[in-house]
């Protein structure tokens, strides 16, 4: 899919609406991850030096109504002195004319960000008279969220559609990296998925069992395809109602890789390991064992492409970690191309220290799982070349 350069016009003396996805956890009232920010600042540096005034929109969390907790204002201080700029932030509702007449603040070389969009309940269900809102704010839409791209929003694909619409260097960037996965890659070509739910990420494991040499399976989604199996799981976390779905997925496709044993916990502090099958009825699985790190890790080192979304068990609990920190450093070692995405992967990686080794970090996660799917996603076909 060929995208809109916001390279290819002119910005010159006006006011471009950006999209981004600002969508960061807040602990404290402080940022540990920048990442989504810092990959934001190509696209907003070229528009400064090319004399427009900008005004960003994002969504944070999944706010029913206005919800302080949910303020955009966290991001104002990190994001000034990432682009070293002052940064003006609009508290006031999309659809105020209060909003309308402080807009006009935004001058070239300027830069506001507008209050956490999701607070307007029309944003999900891409209601046209908020998109009509968004779009007397700026004269040119440009989406540069790769990560919500797979939402159809009014921010996203509602006002792309009644302003000249671009896509922005990230956006571009990703689209090319993730694009280059889907066609011909250096073999073995090895994805690795982890995470909670196999429901949200079944469609993109067929996909990928159809273009790569191998998938690995990590994470608490692995327990459904064990407990498809008919292997006893204890209190491990499940779908139930995936189990059928799931049924005979490695038995049917020998490239699948799931684990051969896990790390159990029975209470604090009481962990073992053990090989799949003899999880007891009270324990819980936490992580994958070490026989399943040296399983996936001599995959891993052969690999020449690799693709990894999701953790492969509680790794942000010590010493849950060890798996999920083993997969992060069998990457580091390959000098193949690899490509990783997801809040919690990212978070991880950053936490292994390997994330200078990786070729690339996706930011994002279900909008990344989706396009490895073959799902056209609304956001950039909301921006494509037609
Ligand atoms: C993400 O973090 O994956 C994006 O910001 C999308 O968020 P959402 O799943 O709440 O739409």
Redesign the pocket.
């Known amino acids: 899919m060929r995208l809109r350069d916001i390279r290819d016009t002119s910005v010159r003396g006006k006011r471009v609406l950006v999209r981004v996805?600002y969508?960061i956890n807040v602990a404290g009232g402080r940022i540990r991850d920048l990442a989504r920010i810092q990959s934001t600042v190509p696209t907003l540096r070229w528009l400064l030096a090319h004399g427009a005034g900008i005004v960003l929109v994002s969504?944070?969390?999944?706010p029913k109504g206005r919800d302080v907790r949910m303020t955009m204002r966290p991001m104002i201080r990190p994001l000034a002195r990432a682009i070293g700029k002052k940064v003006t932030f609009f508290s006031q509702p999309i659809r105020s004319a209060a909003l309308r007449q402080a807009i006009e603040q935004v001058r070239p070389g300027t830069l506001g960000l507008l209050e956490n969009i999701?607070f307007d309940s029309g944003e999900e269900r891409n209601s046209l008279v908020l998109a009509r809102h968004l779009a007397t704010l700026g004269d040119i839409f440009v989406n540069d969220?790769f990560?919500?791209s797979?939402?159809g929003?009014a921010s996203i694909v509602g006002v792309a559609r009644l302003l000249p619409s671009f896509a922005g260097l990230l956006l571009q960037t990703e689209v090319k990296e993730l694009t280059h996965l889907c066609g011909r890659v250096r073999r073995p070509y090895v994805a690795i998925i982890g995470g909670a739910k196999i429901s949200t990420k079944l469609g993109v494991v067929k996909q990928l069992l159809r273009r790569t040499d191998y998938v690995l399976l990590g994470g608490a989604l692995a327990n459904t395809v064990l407990q498809a199996e008919g292997l006893a799981v204890g209190r491990s976390l499940t779908e139930p109602a995936m189990v059928k779905a799931s049924a005979g997925l490695s038995v049917a496709q020998p490239r699948l890789k799931i684990p051969v044993d896990v790390i159990v916990s029975s209470g604090p502090g009481t962990i073992r390991a053990c090989s799949v099958g003899q999880v007891g009825a009270k324990e819980t699985i936490v992580d994958i064992g070490p026989d399943t790190v040296e399983l996936f890790r001599r995959i891993i080192v052969k690999a020449k492409t690799i693709v990894w979304n999701g953790p492969m068990g509680r790794y942000e609990q010590p010493p849950y970690d060890r798996g999920t920190l083993a997969v992060a450093r069998a990457i580091g070692r390959t000098p193949g191309r690899s490509i990783a995405g997801?809040?919690e992967t990212l978070d991880a990686i950053h936490r292994s220290g390997q994330a200078p080794r990786f070729t690339f970090l996706s930011?994002?996660?279900?909008?990344m799982l989706e396009f490895l799917e073959g799902k056209i996603l609304p956001g950039l076909r909301a921006v494509a070349q037609t």
């Open positions: 996805d969508n969504h944070r969390g999944r999701r969220a990560a919500d797979h939402r929003h997801g809040g930011t994002g996660g279900g909008a």
